[in-house]
């Protein structure tokens, strides 16, 4: 790829608001809980100030009281504080401890584009975090899918900000509301690409950055965030976690944050200079101890030599440690709350935090997270109706020979034709189905039932004949195909953390659905995955009837499965991505890994994100963004866009950059316009419709293509009809002005398109401003 000349150089802008770093306020009603913790942190010496922005070390250690979390700070027993334990995943109860339920990960929740399902799968999950006696829930991950091949996709909402956003502050208020820290995170340029992660430099402009990259950021501190944590790569050459632009100024001040900044494990470069820069705590407390065993720290005793000698104000460190004792008070964590209890032993006394009702909603997610990309109407393709035979082929259709847990880390069982540019996926990673990623958003699963043992289940009623061919043998897929009435192959791509990916299925999944494919006229894939595959090699094939995009389903996804096969669930998922008809389509198609030591990865594609820069490129994809289809048909009909009276006087008076609540000016959040819907479910089934909202703004916006700005999952019964409003902001109708530094609502038309996908249009409004 061409380099600029300049990207060596640091471009980190020189602003008002870089230095110095501000004080926390207590404005948008942590005004209490500030208060509580400056009267705590008045009574603490130098150096236990210090030891709550410093982590106790690493590698978890169920003998250590010290290092019991994946993250911990030490207790000040006579302040009677026990310390704050971090814990991953966003999944559910991650770094292999056990008795917790496996969730889907982020891209399957995203998928269901149902608010109250994501905030109730943040909800379930910190409530299970708090009976471990943690106190924060590493997750949610705000980053955009940018990195068709990225390792970590599938922790992420997709590629959409706005969609983000919205998952992003669900996931905020339903986490925070069991009383468990949110810990949103990698802010930021941290976006897929696991090759070299800590030194690469993500070189992203300014309108992109605020509409693309802090737009979900800004949603999860307007929900309420109690950390941000910073990410490992460089942006326009400066290292995230010590960047002043991104910390003091646009997390601190543009978007008023009130808690605190969280490194990353081990992506700290310095220590005064990230101090300075608005750094607050440091994870895992050492600097490489993964690497080197060396207990050396950026923060602890170099942080307390530092405010000795004058290199780091004190009240710098009594406003880090404040904003960190803020949210323990905020959450009432210092009432009650739980001991830390992540013993793994079953022999021992574990808290078992699972819950019938949590499965259900693993559950529910799984199957609402489903997208179906094909169908054909008839009698073959779905829902199944009391089937002859189901034969079922691949790997992922059957249970890991390893066990449920296949992403531990431990030696490397990986399939002969995995492409990923790293080798760190977990022993077994890829031999069964696949439920998860591999890393720091995976979860321990208590049990993990695959489509072959839930399918056997459900068969059981209709006295169905289950057949299958789990080996890659395609002579023998080939020979079982033809005896098979409705054939269901399979497939998966995998990746994780330190794991980017291609595009192809592993396990020759694109030869298996092919042989099968060409031996039974009613084949129907199932392809688990972590983001978009290549399926140009059988998507067209005539005997390919239906296809179902399961994501990755989490403990529940045979069950979830089994639900949207049958029709007992009608599909309701929708795409989260644009998935593209050749790998050159995407924005970034392959992995950057030049130049060294310091790869240079350009945003050139600027706001045009996913979909935007295919209808800007006239490139037509595979399945647009926001497509999936349904067993009912939905008609749109009655859309009125109606502006509010006060906008026009509104827009005249600017938007503050230094915000006055958590997220910004808080005008930014006043309703500008409301649209409304109405929604006809024509049958044969009950279901849920996804409208989805796109505005096309004017030309002085500069955004070359409409924009995802609203949507509504709408539960519809067989033959009635449902009204909804969708609406929008001041700043879903704004623009980020690079001139003037601020959001600007452009002057002139506006034109609404309403539907069931990006490119699925059903009906228009406009107003002007």
């Not at 309703?671 to 849920?688: K, L, M």
């Amino acid at each position: 790829m061409n380099v600029e000349q300049d990207l060596f150089s640091p471009r980190e802008p020189e602003t008002p608001y870089s230095y110095p770093s501000p004080n926390a306020t207590g404005i948008g009603g942590w005004d209490i809980a500030i208060a509580k913790a400056k009267r705590f942190i008045a009574q603490l010496t130098l150096e236990e100030k210090v030891s709550i922005c410093t982590g106790t070390g690493f590698p978890p250690d169920p003998h250590n009281p010290l290092q019991l979390c994946q993250g911990q700070t030490k207790p000040i027993p006579r302040m009677n504080f026990t310390g704050l334990c971090y814990i991953d995943s966003d999944t559910g109860i991650g770094n292999s401890h056990s008795y917790g339920t496996g969730f889907p990960p982020g891209i399957t929740a995203a998928s269901t584009w149902n608010r109250e399902l994501i905030r109730a799968r943040g909800f379930a999950i910190a409530t299970e975090f708090k009976n471990k006696g943690a106190h924060a829930v590493l997750g949610p991950v705000l980053a955009l899918g940018r990195t068709v091949g990225g390792g970590t996709n599938f922790e992420g909402f997709g590629n959409d900000p706005f969609l983000i956003g919205v998952a992003g502050y669900e996931t905020v208020i339903g986490q925070q509301a069991a009383g468990v820290q949110a810990v949103p995170k990698q802010y930021l340029g941290y976006d897929g690409q696991q090759y070299n992660r800590t030194y690469y430099s993500s070189n992203i402009d300014d309108k992109t950055l605020h509409e693309v990259e802090v737009w979900p950021y800004a949603e999860a501190v307007r929900a309420g965030a109690a950390v941000v944590m910073t990410s490992y790569p460089y942006v326009n050459n400066s290292q995230a976690s010590q960047n002043a632009h991104l910390i003091n100024d646009i997390l601190k001040t543009h978007l008023a944050f009130q808690g605190y900044t969280q490194t990353d494990w081990f992506a700290l470069k310095s220590g005064v200079h990230a101090i300075l820069a608005g750094q607050d705590q440091d994870m895992p407390g050492v600097a490489d101890v993964a690497a080197s065993g060396s207990t050396w720290s950026f923060f602890g005793a170099n942080y307390t030599k530092a405010v000795n000698n004058g290199s780091i104000p004190d009240w710098r460190l009594n406003d880090a440690a404040t904003r960190i004792m803020t949210p323990f008070f905020w959450l009432s964590q210092d009432r009650n709350y739980p001991e830390i209890n992540l013993v793994d032993n079953p022999h021992g006394n574990i808290v078992d935090t699972q819950r019938q009702r949590h499965r259900t909603v693993a559950r529910e997610i799984a199957a609402a997270g489903t997208v179906l990309l094909k169908n054909t109407d008839g009698r073959k393709g779905l829902p199944l109706v009391k089937p002859t035979t189901i034969t079922l082929f691949g790997a992922a259709a059957g249970p890991n020979p390893y066990g449920p847990n296949q992403d531990i880390f431990g030696d490397n069982v990986l399939p002969a034709d995995y492409q990923g540019s790293q080798d760190v996926l977990g022993i077994g990673m890829g031999k069964g189905t696949v439920a998860e990623g591999q890393g720091s958003g995976s979860t321990f699963y208590p049990r993990l039932v695959d489509p072959l043992s839930a399918l056997q289940h459900r068969a059981n009623k209709d006295l169905t004949l289950v057949d299958w061919s789990l080996s890659p043998n395609l002579t023998f897929a080939q020979a079982v195909a033809k005896r098979g009435t409705v054939c269901i192959p399979v497939v998966a791509s995998i990746s994780g953390e330190q794991a980017d990916r291609n595009i192809t299925l592993i396990n020759n999944g694109d030869e298996l659905i092919r042989t099968v494919a060409d031996n039974c006229d009613n084949t129907i894939p199932i392809v688990q995955s972590v983001g978009p595959v290549d399926m140009e090699k059988w998507i067209d094939h005539p005997n390919v009837t239906a296809v179902i995009w399961a994501n990755l389903g989490g403990q529940e996804l045979g069950p979830a499965l089994v639900d949207i096969i049958y029709g007992d669930v009608n599909p309701s998922g929708r795409l989260v991505y644009t998935i593209a008809r050749k790998l050159s389509d995407y924005a970034q198609p392959d992995i950057v890994t030049e130049p060294q030591p310091y790869p240079q990865i350009n945003y050139s594609e600027g706001v045009s994100v996913d979909y935007r820069g295919f209808e800007k490129n006239c490139v037509e994809p595979r399945f647009w963004f926001g497509h999936g289809l349904s067993y009912s048909n939905f008609t749109y009909t009655a859309l009125q866009v109606e502006k509010q009276a006060t906008l026009d006087a509104a827009v005249k008076v600017p938007i503050e950059y230094v915000g006055n609540a958590p997220g910004g000016d808080t005008a930014l959040y006043d309703v500008a316009v409301v649209a409304t819907v109405s929604v006809r479910n024509e049958g044969p089934y009950d279901g849920t419709e996804i409208a989805q909202l796109y505005l096309e703004m004017p030309a002085e916006a500069g955004n070359p293509t409409k924009v995802l700005r609203g949507f509504e999952a709408i539960p519809v019964r067989d033959g009635e009809t449902q009204t909804r409003k969708i609406y929008l902001t001041r700043k879903d109708v704004s623009y980020w002005s690079v001139l003037q530094q601020t959001w600007v609502t452009p002057k002139g038309n506006f034109t609404v398109h309403v539907g069931a996908s990006s490119n699925d249009i059903r009906l228009k409004g406009t107003f002007t401003i």
